[in-house]
């Protein structure tokens, strides 16, 4: 009987071979799916003293020692949905699933009806949230606002420009005039936004007003408008600009135009332009660079996500605003992990404690947004691993016909 033992475990175990390696082909479309491999062990009966054979013993048959998870890296395929996330190396999405926390590689996500991120199954993607663009201390299910951005006043404007050295001063006791040209060298545009969001035109006018060995002095004036000033126009002196006999801006290269009142009930506000690196030589005056600190109103048009994580929130004014930061959680021992089902694991005592911390950071892999990672599962070694463990079945059967057989001759006698 011993026999027929032996081949019904070699049965049971080739049995089990043929379940994991058909749960691995029918999963290698799977995306993150990790497949598994089929461990096996001989088995032998306990000898007992004064009973064990001198010249070894013989099996008993075989047993599935494990069912060994693999975690290699899938192929990373690009999408068009700037919500799927691939994980290049080492860790997992970490989700609120129907109230417990579960893990997988699966980074299909997309927004739900309350904004929170979620995969195919709806459970809710944990990282760090942020709030009004500055990430929190704790972690959480993160939740993207689709609500405007709100508007952002002007208090700075930063203006890189060159004035032509070569210039002709503006003849002594000219008065300043925005609507004459003769009054001034050079006059430049940018808008600032008010506290509403509502753009205004600032222009800015350059008159020189004296040159020499040690350097050249320019007069500044403004015009804003949108104001409650006569015609909706506020304008004035803004200071002077000093710059060195090398034609680099010297003394304080910021000036302020202070106390403009909006004509559509914004708070009144002051800007700062400033005017570090502007240099005065001898080529056409121009502006190289400008930067405002204010903007408009926006609605969220499209999400980035960085390598590291961040997730980003591009606006329709040309703003961008963090909303939070996507975490990776990995495992000392993560071949023990137990699977749960719809591409999830759940971590036990085996596997060690979860170790939860930044992409591309403490052995953590990258983010690769717009991408997803396919299943690790090699259809071609696959399928020769099931012709393997099928014939190994039919050689099990085949012993079990061949005791039979036996057994058949010795009743015959």
Do not use: C
Not at 57 to 80: E, H, L, P
């Amino acid at each position: 009987m011993s026999t027929f033992q032996t081949a019904i475990s070699g049965l049971q175990t080739a049995s089990t071979d043929l379940q994991v390696l058909g749960n691995n082909i029918s999963n290698a479309n799977t995306v993150g799916f990790k497949q598994s491999n089929a461990e096996f062990a001989d088995a032998y009966a306990a000898a007992i003293a004064g009973n064990a054979p001198t010249n070894g013993q013989i099996g008993i048959g075989t047993q599935v020692a494990t069912v060994a998870q693999q975690f290699s890296q899938g192929n990373i395929q690009t999408t068009s949905n700037p919500l799927d996330v691939a994980i290049n190396g080492n860790g997992f999405f970490q989700f609120n699933y129907n109230g417990g926390t579960v893990y997988g590689r699966d980074g299909q996500f997309q927004l739900d009806s309350n904004g929170y991120v979620v995969d195919s199954n709806g459970g809710k993607l944990i990282g760090t949230p942020a709030a009004n663009g500055v990430l929190g201390g704790s972690s959480g299910p993160l939740q993207i606002t689709q609500g405007m951005l709100q508007p952002q006043a002007t208090s700075g404007v930063v203006l890189n420009l060159n004035l032509n050295a070569s210039s002709t001063p503006v003849p002594s006791g000219t008065a300043f005039s925005p609507a004459n040209p003769s009054s001034y060298n050079y006059s430049t545009s940018t808008t600032v936004y008010d506290s509403l969001g509502s753009p205004h035109l600032l222009t800015t006018y350059y008159q020189l007003a004296s040159g020499g060995g040690s350097g050249t002095t320019w007069n500044v004036y403004y015009s804003v408008d949108g104001t409650t000033a006569t015609s909706g126009v506020t304008s004035g002196a803004a200071g002077t600009l000093q710059f060195s006999a090398g034609g680099t801006v010297s003394g304080s290269p910021t000036l302020g135009i202070n106390n403009l009142s909006w004509a559509d009930g914004a708070t009144s506000g002051s800007i700062q332009v400033g005017y570090a690196g502007s240099t005065n030589y001898a080529t056409a005056s121009a502006v190289n660079s400008v930067n405002d600190n204010g903007y408009a109103a926006g609605s969220l048009s499209n999400l980035s996500i960085s390598a590291d994580g961040t997730i980003f929130g591009q606006y329709s004014n040309g703003q961008s605003s963090l909303l939070g930061q996507i975490t990776l959680t990995n495992f000392a021992a993560p071949q023990f992990l137990q699977r749960t089902g719809n591409n999830y694991f759940a971590a036990t005592n085996a596997s060690g404690t979860p170790l939860t911390g930044t992409p591309s950071s403490g052995g953590l892999g990258t983010l690769q947004s717009s991408a997803v990672e396919s299943s690790n599962v090699n259809l071609s070694s696959q399928l020769v691993d099931l012709i393997v463990a099928q014939q190994a079945y039919q050689a099990n059967a085949q012993t079990i016909k061949t005791q039979n057989t036996v057994l058949q001759t010795l009743l015959s006698l």
